[in-house]
Structures are given as structure tokens and as C-alpha cells.
């Protein structure tokens, strides 16, 4: 039975070194959860605390109800898929995914009947009898996915599965492992800190720096309503613009250094007059027009679908010192192609920007929330 992960107020420390300061998240029976964020921000460490082979030093992880801090590992029930497969080259397939359930002193008759069931699920029937080391990347991975379910799991852990495969090989296998985990229905938590990967596959993502949790949320929500600036520039691109706020009457804008205002009717009642902003702006969401941000064409990279345009904007962009814009042009639609050089006028679309407080830590939009 697939369970629902609930981790309170958790903390790990190696030695004096405090890795986890103090995380809490709870992760839904049956949902596939993600956690995000850069090299070393803690996403192994707490997967590993998960499974059992880290120690927790304070707050408690529960399965439903019950408490696994002193639960071993081997007692957990739980399934695991790394990026080095670690599946065993001198069984077949069928061998490497019948091994579990031999662990567990399955009977012949049900142990086929698993193995048959599963061996369909994750596509790789006609390889059965194969050794491993006759098989691709892609075709392992799934050996080694059919060998955590086939157990049927309380929950699935999967730590960067698809890192050693080809870009093409890893969009194919991110549809397999989430057509798999539907089918299953097994709640699942899934590392990586590929944005576009976690986007592509998640219900939802917890995006992590530092030992602690910056946001949780879907992946749209996520991606156009980012909770801080780190996570905006975490995930995708943005443009960072310094600005104010200007309040005329009831009306609140939101003013560029260069005087260009926009008048924005969801921001909080946080902010104030003058009050320093940091306004982030995705490149696919601006337009060319007459009026709105003055620049001029550094660089231009086409991209197939889109260019990508790089632009001058001296002195105006923050975190780290950015001095240049960037811009896309979906070339299906565009009536020019702009050429090195030339100078446009580019204007946001006022719904889609975010606006944050002046260090970035918190969003100025209402009802953006931290938690989803
Ligand atoms: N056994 C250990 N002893 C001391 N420090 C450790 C140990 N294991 C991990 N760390 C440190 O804890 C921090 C978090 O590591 P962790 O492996 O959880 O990061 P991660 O987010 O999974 O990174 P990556 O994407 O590179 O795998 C890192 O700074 C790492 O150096």
C-alpha cells in the first residue's frame, strides 16, 4: 500500500555542519513529488533520510501515522532507482526483477505472475532474457525500475534516475517513468536538479537551496509565480530590473529606472509608495512596441522555434550585476527578425510580471503562495 510522506521539522547535521536546518513538507499518497534546486543544496541528504540511510538528528518522517526515525531501512518498504542502475550484470532481466521478490520468499506461481505484470508495465518483455550488459541506458533504467515496483513499494525514491542518458533518451524515459507511476499509483519522490525535467514530470516540486525549502508547488505555479527571486531564476530565465513602486491615488505602479511605468492591479497591500522593488520578467513575455524599455541588440541566437536575443540595458538589472536583457522571438509569429545593432522598444505583459521586495526573499504579488 502506497503511503502519504509527512517530514517534520526535520534536521541533519554532519558534525558541526548543519545541512538541513529545520524542513517540513508533506508529501501526498499516490502524487509524484520533486525536489529541485542545485548541486549540494541537501536533495540526496534528505532523500537518504527518507530511505533510512541517513540518521535524522531532530523533528520526525511518518508514514501516514507512523513514525520511521527508528525504523531501518530493509524494514521500510521502499523502492529505489538511482542513476547508476545497480542492477546485477550476471542475472538476466527477468532475474534482476525476480530478486526481490525471491527475498522475500515469494511463491513460484505469484512471483511470475508479478514479474510478467511488471515486465509489461515498464516495456521491456522482449529483453527478458537478456543480460544487462546487452542492453542500452534507457532499456537498464527500466530494468531497474520494474525491480523497485515489482515489490510493490509503500513509496518509490528515485535520486537523478535518468543524469547518465542522452538529452533524447531522457525525454522519452521522464514519459516512461510517469506513465509507469500513474499506472502503479505509488507515491514517489524523485531528485533532480533539472528544472526542465522536474517541470515535465511533477504534480508537484519543492525547489530547495541550502538545506531549506524556497517554494512548493505545481509546476505552472511554480514557473509564473515564483515565490522568491531565487526561484525565478532557478527555474527558466528571468529578467531583473531594479524599480519602485509609484501609488497615484488607488492606482499602483510599478516604475523602471528609465521613468517607464506600468500600472499593475495585483500587488499586495505591502507596498508603498517609493518603495525599492526587484521586477523579474521572463524573456518570452515581452513584446516589440513603441513605447516601454529602450534597448539594443548585443547578440541574437536562433534557436529553431525561437531567437533568442540578447540586449543592451546598461545599469538598470540586479542580481548578480546583469547587464543585458534577454528576449524571445517566436519566429512563427514574428513579422522581423531584428538584426545586431538595431534598437527596440520592448514592453512586458503586465500579467505575467512578478514583482519582489528589494533583496528578492519574498514576491509582492497577491496570493502567491510559498506553499501549495
Ligand atoms: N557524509 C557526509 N559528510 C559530510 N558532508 C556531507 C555528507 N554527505 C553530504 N554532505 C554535504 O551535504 C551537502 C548536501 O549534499 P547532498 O548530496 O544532499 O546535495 P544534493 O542537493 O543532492 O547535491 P547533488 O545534486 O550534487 O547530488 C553538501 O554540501 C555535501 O557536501
Known amino acids: 500500500m502506497s503511503v502519504a510522506i509527512n517530514v517534520e521539522n526535520v534536521v541533519k547535521k554532519y558534525g558541526d555542519l548543519t545541512i538541513i536546518p529545520n524542513l517540513s513538507v508533506n508529501i501526498k499518497n499516490g502524487e509524484f513529488f520533486t525536489l529541485l534546486g542545485p548541486s549540494g543544496c ?34 521500510r518498504n521502499i523502492g529505489m532507482v538511482f542513476q547508476n542502475y545497480a542492477i546485477f550484470p550476471h542475472l538476466t532481466v527477468r532475474e534482476n526483477v525476480e530478486y526481490g ?78 506513465d509507469v507511476q500513474e499506472k502503479v499509483g505509488i507515491t514517489t519522490v524523485y531528485v533532480t536538479h533539472d528544472q526542465e525535467e522536474a517541470l515535465a514530470i511533477s504534480d508537484r516540486i519543492a525547489v530547495m537551496k541550502d538545506g531549506i525549502i524556497q517554494q512548493v508547488g505545481k509546476p505552472h505555479t511554480i514557473y509564473t ?63 516589440i512596441c513603441t513605447e516601454g524599455i529602450k534597448t539594443k541588440i548585443k547578440n541574437k541566437t536562433f534557436l529553431g522555434k525561437y531567437i533568442n536575443y540578447e540586449l543592451n540595458f546598461e545599469d538598470q538589472m540586479i542580481f548578480p550585476e546583469q547587464p543585458s536583457i534577454e528576449f524571445s522571438q517566436d519566429v512563427g509569429h514574428a513579422e522581423k527578425i531584428y538584426e545586431v545593432g538595431d534598437e527596440i522598444i520592448l514592453k512586458p505583459n503586465k500579467y505575467k510580471i512578478n514583482v519582489f521586495t528589494e533583496d528578492g526573499s519574498e514576491s509582492l504579488i497577491k496570493d502567491v503562495k510559498k506553499y501549495e
Do not use: W
Open 42 to 75: 541537501g536533495k540526496t541528504t534528505l532523500l537518504r533520510m527518507i530511505v533510512g540511510f541517513n540518521s535524522i538528528e531532530e523533528g520526525h518522517i511518518k508514514f501516514d501515522d507512523t513514525i520511521i526515525n527508528n525504523i531501518p531501512a530493509h524494514k
Open 101 to 178: 521478490l525471491k527475498l522475500r520468499k515469494v511463491k513460484k506461481e505469484e512471483m511470475d505472475k508479478k514479474v510478467d505484470e511488471i515486465l509489461k508495465v515498464v516495456k521491456i518483455e522482449e529483453y527478458q532474457d537478456r543480460l544487462p550488459e546487452r542492453l542500452s541506458g534507457g532499456q537498464q533504467q527500466r530494468v531497474a525500475l520494474a525491480r523497485a515496483i515489482v515489490i510493490h513499494p509503500s513509496v518509490l525514491l528515485m535520486d537523478e534516475p535518468l543524469s547518465n542518458l542522452d538529452a533524447k533518451l531522457r525525454v522519452e524515459m521522464r514519459s516512461a517513468i510517469r
Open 225 to 287: 509565480r515564483p515565490a522568491n527571486v531565487f526561484v525565478s531564476t532557478f527555474i527558466g530565465h528571468s529578467n531583473l530590473f531594479r524599480g519602485k513602486i509609484s501609488l497615484i491615488g488607488q492606482e499602483k505602479f510599478i516604475e523602471f529606472k528609465n521613468g517607464y511605468k506600468i500600472k499593475m492591479d495585483n500587488l499586495t497591500e505591502r507596498v508603498h509608495d517609493q518603495m525599492e522593488v526587484c521586477i523579474s520578467i521572463r524573456p518570452e513575455e515581452f513584446s
